[in-house]
């Protein structure tokens, strides 16, 4: 059992960090309050291995490892969380779905662009009558000949207004329930395709999220993902894999709302001293750089497991709700710290604190990642 990183992970932290801290950092606030999401920032990660990070090399990836990808997911979060949010969509969500589901033509022909940072994708299975119910699908698929007709709508999908591809859901036999979902693959011009309305969120502002809506959308029988019918079955696979990611963006947004604090306390003075010499600051700080360490070694725990070629239906819900249920905490706790400053926008906390709620919400809420957990359990006894 080893607790080190490699010198190539360290490296390849310190790269993202320095890439964050250049090009994010300073237009953070920028971004958050004018809702502007920075597409040519966004494809230069492209360019430095981030869109491509589990890939293979002969796709256009890096070939990391998911330990590597959490090392990227962190290091982002830790800055902006909302830019974090737009790339775990991108990666583990829509180009994952083609990677892990799709045919060979449809690897090669999406992967290297959506690796590159060319095109940007999104992925869409939520619905307004479908959240945590996915099964509950109302957007429906027809075959006519040899085209699919998709007609419907989808909510709450992060990148719908800036995204070239989308993996999006669709009932192709109401009759076999999960069974009848299928998956398709739709690209930005595609008749009876386009965005909907954009959401204007609490938090994580810059990172558009909003629908997707098919008006008698007609397509071929080669934008079918996967085998008909798994497309719900393919989903719930790679969602095991992007809870992994939620985990590591959820620790990213408590480190980086832990180092804002612990600044802030070693600056701020009262009575006369400096509010980190007050042990009721010192308890606070020290819970919370203990959860951030308890959820980090659980994310690493299921990208470890995932890289061994393991099932981490459990370990990556468990990550999941512990980081982003601590992630919170801490975020917390880094206003309380701040008292009246953490309240305003000119310290990054007030931020943190906003965008952190929806880690305990996407990607399957904490409710359902206790239920995952559970019959994980009771399945295995133990």
Same mark, same amino acid.
């Given at each position: @059992? +080893? #607790?080190?990183?490699?010198?190539?992970?360290?490296q390849?932290?310190?790269t993202?960090?320095?890439f964050?801290? %250049?090009?994010?950092?300073?237009?953070?606030m920028? *971004?958050?309050?004018?809702?502007?999401f920075?597409?040519d920032? #966004?494809r230069?990660?492209?360019r430095?291995?981030?869109?491509?990070?589990?890939?293979?090399?002969?796709?256009?990836? &890096?070939?990391?490892?998911?330990?590597d990808?959490?090392?990227?997911?962190?290091?982002?979060?830790?800055?902006?969380?909302s830019?974090?949010?737009?790339a775990?969509?991108?990666?583990?969500?829509?180009?994952?779905?083609?990677?892990?589901?799709?045919?060979?033509?449809?690897?090669?022909?999406?992967?290297?662009k959506?690796?590159?940072?060319?095109?940007?994708?999104c992925?869409s299975?939520?619905?307004?009558?479908?959240?945590?119910?996915?099964?509950?699908?109302?957007?429906?698929?027809?075959?006519?000949?040899?085209?699919?007709?998709l007609?419907?709508?989808?909510?709450?999908?992060?990148?719908?207004?800036? %995204?070239?591809?989308c993996?999006?859901?669709?009932?192709?036999?109401?009759?076999? &329930?999960?069974h009848?979902?299928s998956?398709?693959?739709?690209?930005?011009g595609?008749?009876?395709?386009r965005?909907?309305?954009?959401?204007?969120?609490?938090? @994580?502002?810059?990172?558009p999220?909003?629908?997707?809506?098919f008006?008698?959308?007609?397509?071929? /029988?080669?934008?079918? !993902?996967?085998?008909?019918?798994?497309?719900?079955?393919?989903?719930?696979?790679?969602?095991?894999g992007?809870?992994i &990611?939620?985990?590591?963006? %959820?620790?990213?947004? /408590?480190?980086?709302?832990?180092?804002? /604090?612990?600044?802030?306390s070693? $600056?701020?003075?009262?009575?006369?001293?400096?509010? &980190?010499?007050? $042990?009721?600051?010192?308890?606070?700080?020290? +819970?919370?750089?203990t959860?951030i360490?308890?959820?980090?070694?659980?994310?690493?725990?299921?990208? *470890?497991?995932? +890289?061994q070629?393991?099932?981490?239906?459990?370990?990556s819900?468990?990550?999941?709700?512990? /980081?982003?249920e601590?992630?919170?905490?801490?975020?917390?706790?880094a206003?309380?710290?701040?008292?009246?400053?953490? #309240?305003?926008?000119d310290?990054?906390?007030?931020?943190?604190?906003? +965008?952190?709620?929806?880690?305990?919400?996407g990607e399957?809420?904490?409710e359902?990642?206790?239920?995952?957990?559970?019959?994980?359990?009771?399945?295995?006894? !133990?």
């Open positions: @059992m +080893d #607790f080190a990183y490699t010198p190539e992970q360290n390849l932290r310190k993202i960090r320095d964050a801290e %250049a090009e994010i950092r300073p237009h953070v920028e *971004w958050d309050e004018s809702q502007h920075p597409v920032v #966004f230069e990660l492209g430095i291995g981030v869109l491509g990070a589990v890939f293979p090399e002969d796709l256009g990836g &890096s070939g990391y490892t998911y330990v990808y959490t090392i990227l997911m962190e290091e982002l979060a830790r800055v902006d969380p830019i974090a949010l737009s775990a969509a991108h990666i583990s969500l829509c180009t994952n779905h083609i990677y892990l589901a799709g045919s060979r033509d449809q690897k090669e022909r999406y992967v290297p959506l690796a590159s940072g060319e095109w940007i994708g992925w299975l939520t619905e307004p009558e479908a959240g945590s119910d996915a099964a509950g699908t109302r957007t429906q698929a027809v075959l006519d000949g040899e085209t699919w007709v007609n419907g709508g989808k909510t709450f999908t992060t990148n719908a207004h800036v %995204a070239d591809v993996v999006a859901m669709a009932v192709t036999d109401r009759a076999a &329930s999960s009848g979902i998956a398709f693959i739709l690209e930005t595609t008749p009876g395709f965005a909907g309305k954009k959401e204007n969120k609490l938090g @994580m502002r810059c990172s999220t909003g629908e997707v809506l008006t008698d959308c007609r397509l071929p /029988a080669s934008q079918l !993902c996967g085998k008909r019918g798994e497309g719900f079955v393919d989903s719930l696979r790679i969602l095991d992007g809870r &990611s939620i985990a590591a963006l %959820a620790v990213g947004i /408590a480190q980086g709302a832990y180092e804002a /604090a612990l600044k802030y070693k $600056q701020r003075k009262q009575f006369g001293r400096f509010i &980190s010499e007050f $042990q009721a600051i010192q308890n606070k700080l020290a +819970d919370m750089a959860e360490d308890a959820a980090r070694l659980l994310t690493l725990r299921a990208a *470890w497991l995932k +890289d070629g393991k099932s981490v239906n459990k370990q819900a468990m990550a999941k709700l512990y /980081a982003s601590s992630a919170v905490r801490v975020a917390n706790e206003l309380q710290i701040h008292g009246g400053y953490g #309240f305003i926008k310290f990054p906390v007030e931020k943190f604190y906003r +965008d952190v709620k929806l880690c305990t919400i399957g809420t904490s359902i990642q206790r239920l995952v957990i559970a019959r994980q359990l009771l399945k295995s006894g !133990c």
